[in-house]
């Protein structure tokens, strides 16, 4: 057993996301498991860019209302306790209502050996008319 000290909360990259969202870091996946697990806080109005998993994603919403949308899908509110499944390959966002603050625990697998760290890949970001499409 390790007791794994909490880490500085850290700012979600511009190029990354829009808005305000912090995250810490609970599970990095390191081998021989491969489960990553980031606990993401979004300020109203905050979102993801557009991104895909290679093996899919898990959120489970932890506090506040919150918005998720596949690519062509409808946009999804989403409250605590709701949990959502994005599987392999599938764009997607997720983010703030523009009236709320949100928070959940994002969990997703990483990949074995050399493709450490390529499991996510990021796109444009959302734009308001996206977001606002509800």
């Given at each position: 057993m390790e007791l794994l000290p909490k880490t500085p909360s850290t700012r979600?990259?511009?190029?990354?996301?829009?808005g305000d969202v912090h995250f810490d870091v609970i599970a990095k996946g390191e081998a021989p498991s491969q489960l990553r697990v980031n606990l993401v806080r979004f300020a109203p109005g905050a979102r993801t860019a557009w991104h895909r998993h290679a093996n899919?994603?898990?959120?489970?919403?932890?506090?506040?209302v919150g918005l998720v949308q596949s690519r062509g899908g409808e946009v999804i509110v989403m409250k605590p306790g709701d949990t959502v499944y994005t599987p392999p390959g599938e764009w997607h966002w997720h983010?703030?209502?523009?009236?709320?603050f949100m928070c959940h625990l994002a969990?997703?697998?990483?990949?074995?050996?050399?493709?450490?760290?390529?499991?996510?890949?990021?796109?444009?970001?959302?734009?308001?008319?996206?977001?606002?499409?509800?």
């Open positions: 979600g990259p511009a190029e990354l996301f829009t899919g994603q898990t959120l489970h919403v932890t506090d506040g983010g703030a209502t523009d009236q709320d969990m997703w697998e990483g990949l074995a050996g050399d493709q450490d760290g390529q499991e996510t890949e990021w796109a444009a970001h959302v734009t308001d008319a996206e977001y606002g499409a509800r």
